[in-house]
């Protein structure tokens, strides 16, 4: 026998909170998907690539609208994004820009930072011009090291006792962390071998002499 709390709950879990069904989102007209367009513009910083992902995604859920005659409407997601772009509101290389310096500032390096903007849809040349340099890669690892106590970065003391072992398996967790941050091997070697922090800031700086970066 079925308690009537029981049919309670599953009439509500059937139909929704409070036993009221969710209404359908229309299928979609020219209008409302330049709607979706914008509103989705506003909110993120976005790529060209993105926002198209996004409508044809919305378009899939919702269908497309049909016409006075009952014919189903064209939509051009295609073209209402490159139409977004000649109007500025989709910028990829601002984004890959920004994105860059994000990363870079939060001690990514250069490989992270390519694949977060091949991700984003991010043409091959906008990557590559807003790769970080050789001084903001010195950063970035610069940063990282500080933040997690690698190489001279290391907080307090070490046992003089500890086992070529323990100092073994450290160093391997120190370079696979920074080999997922997307460093490269020969920055994270230069790092862990160093002697003092002094040592790494000079070798960042030495980077940042030959570098034309705006970024500093």
Do not use: C
Not at 57 to 86: C, I, N, P, S
Not at 89 to 107: F, I, K, N, Q, W
Request: glycine share 8%.
């Amino acid at each position: 026998m079925v308690s009537r709390g029981s049919k309670t709950s599953s009439h509500r879990s059937a139909s929704g909170s409070g036993g009221r069904k969710r209404k359908r989102a229309a299928p979609l007209d020219e209008t409302a998907l330049r709607d979706l367009a914008l509103a989705y513009v506003a909110r993120f910083s976005t790529t060209a690539a993105k926002v198209e992902g996004y409508l044809a995604r919305k378009v899939r859920e919702r269908g497309v609208a049909e016409d006075a005659e009952g014919r189903t409407q064209d939509l051009d997601v295609t073209g209402l994004v490159a139409r977004l772009v000649e109007l500025g509101y989709v910028d990829d290389e601002a984004y890959a820009r920004s994105r860059s310096r994000d990363l870079t500032g939060r001690g990514y390096g250069k490989r992270r930072v390519e694949q977060a903007l091949w991700a984003a849809g991010i043409e091959e040349q906008t990557r590559a011009d807003n790769a970080p340099d050789e001084a903001a890669s010195r950063r970035a690892a610069l940063l990282l090291a500080k933040k997690r106590g690698f190489g001279p970065f290391a907080r307090g003391l070490r046992d003089k006792d500890e086992t070529p072992e323990v100092v073994r398996k450290r160093r391997e967790k120190q370079v696979a962390a920074m080999l997922r941050a997307g460093h490269l091997y020969e920055h994270i070697q230069f790092i862990l071998e160093a002697a003092t922090p002094q040592d790494i800031e000079g070798w960042v700086t030495e980077a940042e002499e030959d570098s034309d970066d705006v970024w500093r």
